[in-house]
């Protein structure tokens, strides 16, 4: 069942030179996830943040960290992640041979795990995970960059994962599984991925346009 829409800015978006006061102000804003974006230059053509700079910032924020790893191979860096403060690890089922041990590796660390699709994922990628999963991602921009556009097609894709995911958690008690789009979230995008099926919203650029006055509102609206 759909869940109350969670938001999870991007801190992608936020002001690198301040990045503690930026946690801690979508947080107070509202802010149901803090969304970091790892990109290794490798698996995606941009590099951002690692381990250090997760630890340094978990301490400004009391919600969960939602850590979207677009790093290739994924798996010797897992146990780095969870152990410097993420709490949902997601990562792409392109970035390493045995997604299911991915999964395991992060369970292991009793961490929440996430399973990202791009684009051109096939959604069989889901076939024999996702009732080991916590969350789903559903990219609606290919991985790499903030301020892309949303790609419609990405709406198909929630829709029969919300499928999916009923069947799933109806069959184990009403599990809670995320259903989250993450790419050219705007007003207008958000309300189509909301009545497909999604309920967490990634939003890097329309959470921190306006600087930190306007991040209650950005989210707000968003949500609303
Ligand atoms: O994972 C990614 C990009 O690879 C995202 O989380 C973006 O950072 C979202 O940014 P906006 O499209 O909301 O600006
Ligand atoms: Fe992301």
Not at 27 to 37: C, M, S
């Amino acid at each position: 069942m759909q869940q109350r829409t969670k938001i999870a800015p991007s801190i992608l978006s936020a002001d690198f030179a301040q990045l503690g006061a930026e946690v801690a102000a979508i947080a107070a804003a509202g802010a149901d996830y803090v969304h970091v974006d790892v990109m290794d230059g490798h698996f995606v053509p941009n590099i951002t943040i690692g381990p250090m700079v997760l630890k340094a910032l978990k301490p400004h924020a009391g919600i969960p960290f939602d850590v979207h790893l677009m790093i290739a191979p994924v798996d010797p860096y897992v146990v780095e992640f969870a152990r410097a403060g993420a709490d949902i690890i997601t990562f792409h089922p392109e970035a390493g041979p045995h997604p299911h041990r991915t999964v395991q590796l992060i369970k292991a660390e009793g961490k929440k795990a996430g399973l990202s699709l791009n684009p051109a994922t096939p959604l069989s990628v889901l076939d024999h995970l996702l009732p080991e999963l916590d969350l789903v991602l559903v990219m609606s921009v290919n991985p790499g960059f903030g301020g892309q556009a949303f790609i419609p097609s990405a709406l198909e894709k929630i829709a029969e994962i919300r499928r999916r995911i009923d069947a799933v958690s109806a069959s184990q008690n009403g599990r809670p599984i995320d259903l989250e789009v993450d790419g050219g979230i705007n007003l207008e995008t958000a309300q189509a991925a909301v009545r497909a099926g999604a309920d967490v919203l990634v939003a890097g650029t329309a959470t921190f346009k306006g600087g930190p006055s306007s991040y209650a509102g950005n989210i707000a609206g968003l949500r609303a």
